[in-house]
């Protein structure tokens, strides 16, 4: 590795370091999403303050069993008022499926309880220490709630909640179920779900039947609650958690998102929003309305590392309601995996939340790397194979680059001598030895940063590819060699201990094998090269590998398997370009060639030259006053 890689790599390092920084909210930012937080738990704990009234409420009138059924049926209006005949009811489930997914609902509510996803599954670690494969579902959890808020007068609480009424099961089929909300004038709030073959979509449908005089009138929308705990779905929990967030659209904008990082809100005030997606690393539960809804407020709460579930998503949904007889709002429910063909299936740039990253690096995956990937994922069935096939690719497609680099590095080569020569004759000059040296790299024509600008070039690929492995659900538990999960890390040593800086405590050995052959093609490829002006920089080549060894060992195994397979592929085009391929007698006589061309200076040149000299007269007058002062 030469001082012009080294100086890619640190580039590399310090573009990391900024991004995270960038990424990062101002106190500007948090002070706002601290009020937008404060907001959103002031509607919480109102929400709170309804549900322990109506929870007391019921309570109460279960306590006295003796009530007569008149008293009884009076305090569930009193909370319920025209939906006390749904208030109270039996628990009864209704399971719809297909080859993809298993969907079980639950009448109290009119929800979704669990998706059961039939081709996918997560590993937990068993008694004996061994991994185990067991079902992965999606919205299970317990604390889970999707619900509707009916503004209803002359309540206590304002109004009420679906998610406390037990909805009548009045249609239910191997494809569809409707369950039905009834109100005591004869109206009802209704939800139909429907599925079908081969996608993991679910049509789903509301209406308000003769719910007009009942709703407030001065309500122009009905409020959806819905609060999602992401379940712990993947071995390295840390990059899924840096993967998993709310993502949203609205009609005239690009998709958007929450923080991954941090808590984070985004309110969407009068804001026609297209779609609100509660993602993790590899699934998502999106919520897609046919037309749009009037608003939203959406939210990303962190849990401790140590919480049962991954992260707390909450999202309140404004949707239409103009006071008419009868109502309806068409919905698409996708309960699935973040396969890019049938999120882009489904419209409105749903596959964005597939987190490939945004800007160049996000086209650069979407339309390049990953078309490729999948082309040559038709006729090889390892994963681990494709990639060492994408990585020659990618170096014969850069190449060229690489060929700029290595010619560059074997005309500074080929200056070596005149450029010891030159820093022997003038050792106790420094400033006068610089200014030696730009002269006789203009006199032979040599950019020493020639071979640092075509790796500066190759960096939005690497960017690209640093998103590309963890976001691609193929790699997902597709096993390759000793790992077993290519989207996480491998692990050829687990330790009683964690290593610092999130290490992890785990040693990776792709990490460890790519830091290995770095330090093999630092020392061939520079070798041959005069260190003795930066001292420091023959050092620091060999540090750059061992602080990337920390940064990658946690990270999927899919990236450092692939930079693995690219420094095999370095060492061996460095090796063949430069022994086989390139002329060192051409580069001898194409530099002599140059030499005696007569030269113009260029701005730059001109601009650097007149510095160094100006470095060097403030140097000769510091010496000079030295020299005049009296001794004591």
């Known amino acids: 590795m030469d001082r012009n890689t080294i100086i890619g790599l640190t580039l590399i390092f310090i573009l990391l370091l900024v991004w995270q920084q960038m990424m990062q909210p101002t106190e500007e930012q948090i002070q706002e999403q601290q009020r937008l937080q404060d907001s959103i738990e002031t509607v919480q704990n109102q929400q709170d303050v309804q549900e322990k009234i109506e929870k007391d409420t019921v309570a109460k009138a279960a306590a006295v069993e003796v009530e007569d059924d008149s008293l009884a049926l009076l305090r569930r209006q009193a909370a319920y008022g025209p939906f006390s005949g749904a208030a109270s009811g039996e628990l009864e489930e209704v399971v719809l499926e297909n080859e993809l997914f298993k969907v079980t609902f639950t009448n109290k509510g009119g ?30 959890d317990e604390k889970n709630k999707f619900e509707y808020f009916f503004p ?9 909640n679906s998610g406390n009424l037990f909805f009548e099961v009045v249609k239910a089929d191997k494809s569809s179920v409707t369950f039905r909300a009834p109100a005591d004038n004869g109206g009802f709030f209704e939800q139909e779900y429907r599925i079908a073959d081969g996608t993991y979509k679910i049509d789903y449908d509301i209406r308000f039947e003769n719910l007009n005089s009942l709703i407030s009138q001065n309500a ?20 899924e958690r840096r993967y998993s967030t709310v993502y949203f ?42 037309d749009a809804f009037n608003a939203a407020v959406l939210e990303t709460r962190m849990l401790p590392e140590d919480a049962e ?18 109502e309806s709002f068409a919905m698409d429910f996708y309960v699935g995996p973040n396969e890019f063909e049938r999120l882009s299936a489904l419209g409105n740039s749903m596959q964005d939340v597939i987190p490939f990253g945004w800007s160049i690096f996000g086209t650069i995956n979407r339309w390049v790397i990953r078309p490729l990937f999948n082309f040559l994922s038709t006729f090889i069935g390892s994963k681990g194979i494709v990639i ?8 014969l497609l850069l190449y060229p680059l690489t060929y700029r680099m290595l010619y560059s590095q074997s005309k500074m080569g080929a200056l070596k001598p005149r450029l010891e020569g030159m820093k022997e004759k003038f050792k106790d000059d420094p400033q006068q030895q610089q ?43 597709a096993g390759f060699l000793w790992a077993d999960d290519l989207s996480s890390y491998d692990v050829f040593l ?14 990776s050995l792709f990490t460890l094998l790519w830091a290995i052959t770095t330090l093999i093609y630092t020392y061939y490829n520079t070798r041959h090269m005069d260190m003795s002006a930066n001292p420091a920089m023959k050092y620091m080549q060999y540090i750059m590998p061992v602080m990337f060894l920390g940064f990658f060992n946690t990270f999927a195994s899919g990236l450092t398997c692939y930079l693995l397979f690219s420094n095999l592929f370095n060492i061996t085009q460095t090796i063949v370009t430069k022994n086989y391929i390139i002329d060192n007698e051409k580069i001898e006589k194409e530099l002599e060639d140059y030499r005696k061309k007569p030269k113009k200076k260029g701005g730059f040149q001109q601009r650097l030259e007149a510095a160094l000299k100006e470095q060097q007269r403030v140097q000769e007058q510091k010496e000079s006053q030295q020299r005049k002062k009296p001794r004591r």
């Not at 209803?152 to 009420?160: D, E, S």
């Not at 999202?315 to 006071?323: A, K, M, N, R, T």
């Not at 070039?457 to 590819?465: G, K, N, R």
């Open 111 to 140: 929800r979704i309880k669990e998706v059961l996803l039939k081709k996918y599954f997560k590993v937990e670690t068993g008694e004996d220490g061994k991994d185990v494969k067991v079902p992965l579902s999606l919205l299970e």
């Open 309 to 326: 579930d991954l992260k707390l998503l909450v999202s309140e949904i404004s949707l239409p309601y103009s006071h008419g007889q009868s």
């Open 249 to 290: 659209k609205t009609a005239d904008e690009d998709p958007d998102y929450c923080s991954c990082t941090s808590d984070d809100t985004e309110e969407l005030k009068n804001a026609r929003v297209k779609w609100v997606s509660n993602a993790n690393q590899f699934f998502n539960s999106s919520l897609i309305a046919d």
């Open 152 to 160: 209803v007068a002359n309540l206590p609480t304002g109004g009420v």
């Open 388 to 395: 060492l096939f994408l990585t020659l690719i990618v170096k």
């Open 220 to 239: 122009d929308a009905v409020k959806l609650n819905w609060v999602n705990y992401l379940t712990k779905l993947e071995k390295n929990t840390l990059y």
């Open 494 to 507: 687990t330790l009683p201990f964690e290593l610092p800086f999130n290490m992890g405590a785990h040693i």
């Open 435 to 477: 200014m030696e040296t730009m002269k006789l790299y203009r006199e032979f024509g040599v950019n020493p940063l020639g071979g640092c600008m075509p790796m500066v070039l190759q960096m939005p690929i690497w960017f690209a590819l640093y998103r590309f492995f963890p976001a691609s659900i193929e790699f997902r538990q």
